[in-house]
């Protein structure tokens, strides 16, 4: 049986917003919540698999967030040599997940099929639907395509031995989760499926949401497919960098190892 470490870069931060920007209709609309940045690398003896590409720092500034690692430096820390990255599994195409493409020039890209169709169809003529895309980095998405380097997927695809991806929607039209064996049994790593624990927790939604109710629903699929609570991994919660060691000590703040049980980091 193949399992997979699970390591997250914390490639950018943003202290200034609130939870009201984070969450609809919260009880304490101005109180301060950050927002952490992560993309990861799952590794099994010489097989590597990156996990979406981090953020444009350009892009990412426009927004407030500010960069903590690019990811090539993370990959780099990691043993990752770019060039030998075959696979790169892309959650979703919001810009946050989606902005070093160019930097992994032999990989093969696998999407959901219905993302694509989302960023590409009548759906982006609404702002509020378009906002979190950049239109250069679809259209590096449709290049990757005729390149053939780009495989649309649908909603459940297994990956490999030990990981697969299942569509959950919600936040976007082709949000997925990715199920990935570990040492410690199936970890879901949830991507924007939960941008916090306590979206879950809460039974709350992200206010960046294509369907709600999808979003909701995509809480109990996350449950179904994750072996507890505590094999549930969101994308931006800056809970992961207590629960969850540093690679090493050079790296605290950095780069943390999510396949290992969580407990209070030190
Ligand atoms: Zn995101």
Redesign the pocket.
């Known amino acids: 049986m193949k399992t997979w470490e699970i390591y997250a870069i914390r490639h950018a931060t943003n202290d200034k917003r609130t939870r009201g920007v984070n969450f609809i209709s919260d009880p304490d609309p101005t109180a301060l919540l950050t927002l952490d ?1 992560f993309c990861w690398v799952l590794k099994s003896g010489e097989d590597v698999i990156v996990v979406d590409t981090g953020v444009d720092p350009v892009k990412g500034a426009r927004n407030g967030h500010e960069q903590v690692m690019p990811p090539p430096e993370g990959w780099a820390a990691l043993g990752v040599d770019p060039a030998r990255v075959e696979t790169v599994l892309l959650t ?1 195409a ?1 810009y ?2 989606l902005g070093y493409l160019a930097a992994l020039p032999n990989a093969r890209f696998y999407m959901q099929a219905e993302e694509m169709a989302y960023v590409t169809g009548p759906w982006m003529e609404k702002p509020t639907f378009r906002h ?1 895309y950049w239109p250069d980095e679809i259209a590096s998405l449709v290049h990757l395509l005729f390149e053939g380097r780009l495989h649309l997927h649908g909603r459940e695809y297994e990956v490999t031995d030990g990981i697969s991806a299942h569509w959950v929607g919600g936040h976007c039209a082709g949000q997925e989760v990715l199920r990935v064996r570990t040492n410690r049994g199936w970890v879901v790593l949830a ?2 499926a939960l ?1 916090y624990y306590e979206e879950y927790e809460r039974g709350v939604p992200f206010a960046v949401a294509f369907s709600i109710s999808d979003m909701i629903a995509a809480h109990d699929r996350i449950r179904e497919l994750a072996d507890s609570d505590g094999h549930i991994l969101p ?2 919660d800056p809970r992961l960098l207590e629960l969850y060691p540093a690679m090493s000590p050079d790296y605290v703040g950095k780069i943390i190892r999510l396949d290992v049980q969580p407990g209070m980091a030190s």
């Open positions: 940045f979703h919001h946050d997940h979190a991507s924007d941008h994308a931006h």
